[in-house]
């Protein structure tokens, strides 16, 4: 069982930046693959960013490349999304998820753990 809490979220002007930090207990953080989705009003959730356990390894949903970058320290068992030159269709509530399977997923059912959200508005 892992438990996530997001945080860091909040308003921001177009161009702006945030940091969005998942605290993970219950399970060692290297032991999942960490993600981060969001969910914008009336649309569905959407894949964001994944991380491989040891970090190194990379993906990004095209809307956010080059913009965010996902990182994570395991031995803080702590997730964070950077996310910098922020657009008005970044406005979302954003969610981190964990997988003990494998990495590379970018399905919501793909992911076991979920936190509570944590709301991004960016305005102009």
């Known amino acids: 069982q892992v438990h996530l809490v997001e945080s860091g979220g909040g308003s921001v002007q177009a161009g702006g930046s945030l940091r969005l930090s998942c605290a993970a207990s219950?399970?060692?953080?290297?032991?999942?693959?960490m993600a981060w989705f969001r969910q914008a009003p009336g649309k569905e959730r959407e894949f964001v960013a994944t991380?491989?356990?040891?970090?190194?390894?990379?993906k990004y949903a095209d809307s956010v490349k080059g913009r965010f970058t996902i990182s994570r320290d395991n031995a803080e068992n702590t997730v964070y999304l950077q996310m910098n030159s922020l657009k008005l269709e970044d406005t979302a509530v954003y969610y981190c998820?964990?997988?003990?399977?494998?990495?590379?997923?970018?399905?919501?059912?793909?992911?076991?753990?979920w936190g509570q959200g944590t709301q991004v508005t960016v305005s102009s």
């Open positions: 998820a964990a997988n003990g399977a494998s990495y590379g997923y970018t399905s919501v059912s793909r992911y076991d753990y």
């Open positions: 219950g399970r060692s953080l290297s032991s999942v693959v």
């Open positions: 991380i491989a356990r040891n970090g190194v390894i990379t």
